[in-house]
Structures are given as structure tokens and as C-alpha cells.
């Protein structure tokens, strides 16, 4: 069986394979969208394809919608030469659940691949095209929060983003450069309205695309690329809005034993590639069964019925809800627990550390004893119902290979929103977070890490942190295994706000995170001793 358009033919062979394909009018909707296409996604790796295209396909199924989506890939075009065309944009789609079940369905909603290269008179034409369509609704992201950066650290521009600003919008290369020359085509045909929707897996990623746009818009007004209309047609929330989102499904890695089953089950060409980009991709997409999408349901030409297909439809204060519950307290919190002490002890799986009795009870009182007296509830989906999925379904799933290596990745910058927030609402509750033992326990175990030295008194190495040397230089002189060495060298860390957004011995916590260091560093074990002592009261079996 070939995943092609005519390859979907073959409608008994997909069923004995165990395959569900489209039921409705694939080349129908494909010369539609063509014709009046409603919407556009920049970003067509993984998420967009085992996710998004996914809530369109559902819509097509039930007849709420007849156009597809517009795949524009800004970055990666070997995407669109090994992935898109030679399986007519079809895209098919592995459900991984924990009891190691699998789900496949071919996901057929994606009309259209281009690539969004201004190099390319063709593909740039056909792109202007669709953007200047009256039938346009909606343009969507997932590029990365990095494809919303305009500057570096020092303030000055890319140097690639400064020659976009430089030469305009004639030939643009990034993302917000390319976005931002397609609007402008729009307004300057007429100025009809769109919705630029990010759904990126970042804080308020509406204002940083629409702060990119406007901040590449003002550029070339300066130079005489654009002109003051532009400028208000981007800033007109009639017009052009940039509406809010929160998303989250995890979509890892194509695997390499599923491509080798589906080819053993008769899907041919199955295997991953490697693109000159370094994108590791694979004709179909292997994912975790949950997904959320929560958008602000601000749409100035209209939009699908993206909440027949699961998505909740909201305010701007509801999606900051959401995200503020998933971030401080339902998901991301337990993450980074997982991550330093599973860094600590040896693993590198979060599923297999879930299989451990202690780490597994320090996230249920993480999450589920200590957060929920403070979650933020956003009303629209319930924090216990989301909290006990991650703890009992998402993070013990093995089909879902993620390792705590890659998580412990820059916790400097995130304890403060995973840690800071729930600890500053029990200050603001009860004056004080002495009522709190495990998240103590957490930041004391990511003090531990820090001294790249496992349980066993092995070294090992850190994972990247930009404020790794500072950190380090604080805690000099201290020697895990040898608790004589310690001297007061956590102060500096745990009473920093800039770290927390909160002084912990102001909180009342400072002390006991102290203690906890002091007893994981005792010696060889020594780190699991403390974790027993603390949790021996919740373990399971």
C-alpha cells in the first residue's frame, strides 16, 4: 500500500491493516481549498501534522467543514521535497497509549504544501495568492517560540533579521519577514481582515508574534517599504488580530520500530529521513493520545468550528488560565522534579521513572497535594481531572520517549513560573509556605543536581543552563559525600528573587531547603535516603 491519493484506493487493504482512512471527498476538498482557501500554517513538522491537521480532518469527517488547510514551511524546505509531495501531502497518524495499543488513521485534511521561499517565484507567487484571497481566515504557527526572535541577547537584530529590514519585502528569508510581506500584500489588495494565530508552546505567544510582525512593519516604514495604513491595519484588532493560545500533546520522534511494523503491515516507505536541516521526520507521525488546544476566540473574518473538533474556544483570561494552571502546577512542575532527580539517580526515561515508587509519590504530592489548594482553575476543564492524566496516564506511558536529560534543560529559567508561583500563593493565602514539603524537596534536589554528581558519587554531566557558571561559582567548595564542605553556599541561590521571583527564607521554605541539600549530599545513597525519609508515608507499591 502506498500513502498516496491513489494509494487510498486500496480501501480494503487499509482496513485489514488496521488503518482508518478518509471517508469524505479528498480530491472535492483539495480543488476547493485551492479555489478559496480558508487557512494557512506556517510550520508543517510534526505538531501541525499529528495534531492540528488532525482537527481539521475531523471537521471534513463530519461534514462541518468542506476546504482544507495550506501547509508553508518557512525553514525546512527537504520537508516539503521527501515528506509532502511524494505522499500528496498525506500525513498518517500513530496514537501511542500507555497500555502499548496503538491507533492509526490517515490524516488527509492538508490540501496543499508550499514552500515559503521568496527565492522561489513560483512557490512566492502561490503563496501571495492565497494570502490575498477574500476567502482567508486564518493564518497559524508552529515555528518554535525561536521563530518569533528578531534579536539577540545583546539587543541588536540577527544579522539575517537586519537583512531582511534592509532589503524589505520583496525577497524576505525568515519567518516574520515572510509573514509580514504577505500581509502587506494583503492590505495593499484590498485590506481584508485575518486572524494570525500562533499556537506555539510558549507564554503569550500572540503579543511575541504580533510584537515581530509589527516590529518588522515599523522597520520598513522607516525605510519606505510600507506606509502609516499598513501600520494601522496591523494594529485594528478588525482587521488583523492576533489572538492567544495554549497547546499541549506530545509528539516525539518518529520511531523506527513503528516505520518497520507499518512496512511489515504493508505500508511501503515508511522510513524516517534526515533532512540537510537536521529534521528527523518520517512520513507518519507517532503521538500521545491527549491533546489540548485553547484559543481566544477572536476571528475578524471568521473561522472552522474548531470546537466541534475538541478545541475549547475562549477569552484571553481563560487561555492565561489555562496556562498558568498547566505551567505552575498541573504538568511542567512535575516535569522538572522528574528531570533533576531522575538525572540523580540514573534514569533516562521520565516513563521509567515513574515506575519508581519515590519519584512517583513525589510528583502526586507535588501536583496533586501541595498545587491544588492554589491552582489556578480556568473553569473550561477541571486541574484534577488534567492533573491526575499526566500523573497516572501521560508521564507513564513508554511509548512516549522522553528522557529527564533534555527536560533538566535551562531549569534556572523555569523554577521561578513552576515553582515561584505556587510558592507565592501560599505566602498571599497564608501568609507564609511553611505548609509546603515537596516542592521544597524538588528545589533542593535541582540544588543537588547542580553538582553534576549522581547518587553514587559519579560526576555526570549538566545539561545546558545559561546560568550554570554563576550557579556553580555559588556553590563552590561544596563536595557531595562530603557534608563537612557545606557552609552556608546555598544562601545566595535560594534567597535569590531573580531565580525564584521570591526570597525562599522570606517565604519560610529557605531553611528547610537548606536541611534537605544538606541530607542529600550526606553521602553515597544518600540523595534516595532523603527521598524515603520525606515520602515514606505516600510510596506505592
Same mark, same amino acid.
Not at 491493516?17 to 513538522?45: L, Q
Not at 505500508?267 to 529521513?273: D, E, I, K, N
Not at 483570561?317 to 505551567?327: G, H, I, S
Not at 496533586?368 to 477541571?382: A, H, R, Y
Given at each position: ?12 487493504? =487499509? ?36 495534531f ?14 468542506? +476546504?482544507g ?26 496514537t501511542?497509549?500507555a497500555?502499548?495499543?496503538? *491507533?492509526k ?11 515559503a ?6 512557490? =512566492?507567487? /502561490?503563496? /501571495?495568492?492565497?494570502? @490575498? ?10 515555528i ?7 534579536k539577540?541577547?545583546?539587543? +541588536? ?11 524589505g ?9 515572510? %509573514? ?10 484590498g ?6 494565530? &500562533? ?12 510584537n ?19 501600520? *494601522? ?6 482587521? @488583523?488580530?492576533?489572538p ?12 523506527? &520500530? ?5 512496512? #511489515?503491515?504493508g ?8 533532512t ?11 503521538a ?14 471568521? /473561522? ?18 489555562? *496556562?498558568?494552571?498547566? %505551567? ?12 533533576? !532527580?531522575?538525572?540523580?539517580?540514573? !534514569? #533516562? ?12 509519590a513525589l ?19 477541571? $486541574? ?16 512516549i ?14 523554577v521561578? @513560573? ?18 509546603? +514539603? ?27 543552563? $545559561? ?6 561559582? =555559588?556553590?563552590?567548595?561544596? *563536595? ?14 535560594? &534567597?535569590?528573587?531573580?531565580?525564584f ?11 528547610? +531547603?537548606?536541611a534537605?541539600?544538606?541530607?542529600? @549530599? ?6 534516595r535516603?532523603?527521598? /524515603?525519609? !520525606? ?7
Open positions: 500500500m502506498n500513502l498516496t491519493h491513489t494509494g487510498l484506493q486500496e480501501r480494503q487493504a =487499509w482496513k485489514k491493516a488496521g488503518i482508518e482512512i478518509p471517508s469524505y471527498d479528498r480530491a472535492a476538498m483539495v480543488k476547493k481549498t485551492k479555489e478559496a482557501p480558508g487557512w494557512v500554517h506556517f510550520g508543517a513538522g510534526n505538531i501541525f501534522r499529528g492540528i491537521a488532525g482537527l481539521q480532518d475531523a471537521l471534513l469527517e463530519e461534514g462541518l467543514a468542506d +476546504t488547510i495550506i501547509a508553508a514551511e518557512t525553514f525546512d524546505f527537504d520537508i516539503m521535497d521527501k515528506i509532502y509531495e511524494p505522499f500528496d501531502d498525506l500525513a498518517l497518524l500513530i501511542l497509549k497500555d502499548g495499543s496503538t *491507533e488513521k490517515v490524516i488527509a485534511s492538508i490540501a496543499e504544501g508550499v514552500k521561499d521568496s527565492a522561489d517565484a513560483q512557490e =512566492w507567487e /502561490r503563496l /501571495r495568492t492565497i494570502f @490575498i484571497s477574500p476567502s482567508l481566515q486564518m493564518v497559524s504557527f508552529t518554535t517560540e525561536k521563530g518569533y526572535a528578531l539577540g541577547a545583546d539587543g +541588536t537584530y540577527f544579522p539575517f533579521v537586519q537583512s531582511d529590514i534592509d532589503n519585502p520583496e525577497h524576505p528569508a525568515g519567518a516574520m519577514a515572510v %509573514v509580514c510581506a504577505l500581509l502587506l500584500e494583503r492590505y495593499r489588495q485590506a481584508a481582515p485575518l486572524a494570525v494565530v &500562533s499556537m506555539d508552546n510558549c507564554s503569550h505567544n500572540g503579543e511575541k508574534l504580533q515581530s510582525i509589527l516590529t518588522m512593519a515599523e522597520e520598513w516604514k522607516k525605510k519606505g517599504f510600507a506606509d502609516d495604513g499598513f501600520l *494601522e491595519y496591523l494594529k485594528n484588532e478588525e482587521k @488583523i488580530a492576533f492567544w493560545s495554549m497547546i499541549d500533546k506530545i509528539t516525539p520522534r518518529p520511531s523506527v &520500530s513503528l516505520a518497520e511494523q507499518l512496512e #511489515t503491515d505500508v511501503a516507505a515508511m522510513q524516517p529521513v534526515i540537510s536541516k537536521r529534521t528527523y521526520i518520517a512520513p507518519f507521525v507517532n500521545e493520545g491527549p491533546q489540548y488546544l485553547v484559543i481566544e476566540d477572536k476571528f475578524p473574518a471568521g /473561522r472552522p468550528a474548531l470546537e466541534k473538533a475538541g478545541v475549547y474556544m475562549t477569552d484571553r483570561d481563560t487561555v492565561n488560565r489555562v *496556562e498558568r494552571m498547566k %505551567v505552575t502546577t498541573c504538568l511542567n512542575p512535575l516535569h522538572t522534579a522528574l528531570a533533576v !532527580y531522575g538525572c540523580i539517580l540514573g !534514569y #533516562t526515561s521520565i516513563a521509567e521513572e515513574m515506575k519508581d515508587p519515590e519519584l512517583r510528583v502526586e504530592k507535588i501536583g496533586l497535594t501541595e498545587g491544588m489548594p492554589v491552582v489556578t482553575d480556568p473553569k473550561i476543564l477541571s $486541574p484534577e481531572d488534567f492533573v491526575n492524566e499526566v500523573i497516572y496516564d501521560r508521564l507513564p506511558n513508554p511509548f520517549p522522553d528522557a529527564p536529560q533534555r527536560i533538566a534543560s535551562d531549569t534556572s529559567q523555569k521561578g @513560573i513552576r515553582y515561584g508561583e505556587t510558592i507565592k500563593s501560599y505566602v498571599e493565602r497564608y501568609g507564609d509556605a511553611k505548609k509546603l +514539603t515537596f516542592i521544597p524537596l524538588a528545589i533542593a534536589g535541582w540544588c543537588r543536581y547542580l553538582l553534576a554528581v549522581d547518587d553514587e558519587l559519579n560526576p555526570f554531566e549538566l545539561s545546558a543552563d $545559561p546560568m550554570i557558571p554563576e550557579l556553580k561559582g =555559588w556553590l563552590q567548595g561544596v *563536595e557531595a559525600g562530603k557534608p563537612e564542605t557545606y557552609a552556608g553556599q546555598l544562601k545566595p541561590i535560594l &534567597s535569590n528573587e531573580n531565580i521571583g521570591v526570597n525562599l527564607y522570606d517565604a519560610g521554605i529557605g531553611s528547610l +531547603t537548606e534537605m541539600f544538606l541530607e542529600e @549530599i550526606a553521602g553515597a545513597g544518600a540523595v535516603e532523603t527521598l /524515603r525519609k !520525606y515520602l515514606q508515608h505516600f510510596t506505592r507499591s
